[in-house]
Structures are given as structure tokens and as C-alpha cells.
């Protein structure tokens, strides 16, 4: 059986990463986009990291142009924009497919936690799942959640 741990990720620069090099600290992996509505959420995830990555917390994005092709297609460009605009410091991947046949194995693995009323196919961009110490999924959060309305649950794992 597989777990969180398993799974390999692709760098924004090409390089695979285990997410093994994560275990023991509390996550936000996060499906993004650079050119949605929610865009602006990369402001709060931004305050997050800051604030709770002394503390272990780390925040992986995901960019990915599923959703209406609202994601750069270069990975440079991807990059920039949220360095630019919104700071961001925290691990972006290279960009992915987050439902469907070429899903990404770690979306597959995240999607399928949970009831069903809170498993299946990412709905939108900003999907966060909240990830504790011991690589569990405590949360999934829809992309309406504001990253500052997951503080309390944050707290509760770090």
C-alpha cells in the first residue's frame, strides 16, 4: 500500500524530488494557476509559509492548466509570475495534469482520500490538501477556502 512518502514529483527545473525529503513536517500541497480568479490566494499561501515555516510548515504548488488553460505554458514564466507578483518562496513543481487519464500519481493518490463528499476530481484551481507530520491527509479544502480560513487547522498539526 502506498503512501504519501512514495511519490516522486518533477521540479520546476526538470529534477525529480521523493516526497520523502519532506516526511515529518506538515504540508499544503495545492493545485495553482496563474491566471484565475484565485489567483490572488498565492498572497495568503505566501503568509502561511512565512509565518509557520520555522515551525516546519511547507507549502507545495502544483501549477496546472486543466482548468480552462489558465496556467502559463512555460515553466519559466510560471515561475516569475509568482515570484513577481506574490512573492512566493515556497516549492512550485513543474506544471501537471491534476485529473484525468495523465493525472499526476500524486494527485491520483490525493484525490481518492477521504468520503465520498470529499474525494474525487479537483473541481478548480486552489485545491489545498492539509498534510500532518506523518504524512495523513487531515483536510482537503475546496478552492473558495481562503488559505487564512485553514490557520486553525495548521496550528492543530504543527
Not at 499544503?28 to 494557476?33: E, H, L
Not at 498565492?42 to 510548515?57: N, S
Amino acid at each position: 500500500m502506498s503512501n504519501l512518502y512514495t511519490y516522486k514529483v518533477k521540479q520546476a527545473d526538470g529534477n525529480t524530488e521523493q516526497l520523502e525529503s519532506f516526511k515529518g513536517k506538515p504540508m499544503i500541497i495545492v493545485n495553482t494557476a496563474s491566471k484565475c480568479g484565485l489567483t490572488p490566494q498565492f498572497e495568503g499561501l505566501q503568509h502561511l509559509y512565512e509565518k509557520y515555516k520555522d515551525e516546519g510548515l511547507e507549502i507545495l504548488g502544483f501549477p496546472s492548466g486543466q482548468f480552462n488553460d489558465q496556467e502559463f505554458h512555460a515553466q519559466k514564466e510560471i515561475l516569475e509570475f509568482c515570484r513577481k507578483n506574490y512573492g512566493v518562496s515556497f516549492p512550485v513543481f513543474s506544471k501537471i495534469d491534476v485529473n484525468g487519464e495523465f493525472a499526476d500519481p500524486l494527485f491520483k493518490y490525493l484525490t481518492s482520500w477521504g468520503t465520498s463528499d470529499i474525494s474525487g476530481e479537483i473541481k478548480w484551481n486552489f485545491t489545498k490538501f492539509l498534510i500532518d507530520r506523518q504524512g495523513n491527509i487531515v483536510q482537503r479544502y475546496e478552492p473558495q477556502v481562503e488559505p487564512e480560513q485553514m490557520e486553525e487547522d495548521i496550528q492543530k498539526i504543527l
